[in-house]
């Protein structure tokens, strides 16, 4: 079993509803929740909007590897409403945003847990450290 944390963003519609939507969904296809932050709302990172996003963090134990783990959260965000992704670091609106912070092989979290590197995904998030509505919540669940 491994155990990641994942982040998640929302700044259009129901907010509660969809982070809370997007969290079913993964304890359905992904694994058990086994912890969830408080939901924070949030200014806009990276765009101008007028909406303020919500954002939680959650730990999830899991047997997905980590490329099965990007395709169910992308099917996720699909099957929720989001059209397209974020491109070459251009931000928009979204219904649910769900970003894969750390992964940890075998439940070991030591350390920053697995390391990738490739066009598809990086572990651990390369920004995560420069966004407070990251790290706050993250840091809840830790």
Known sequence: MHVVFLSLGTNLGDKTKNLNDAINQIERRVGSVKAKS????????????ENTFLNAAIKVETILSPIDLLIQTQRIERDLGRISKSINGEYHDRIIDIDILLYFEDGNIIGDGLHIESPELTIPHPHMNERDFVTIPLKQIL
């Open 38 to 49: 408080a939901f924070i709302q949030t200014e806009p990172w990276g765009f101008k909007s």
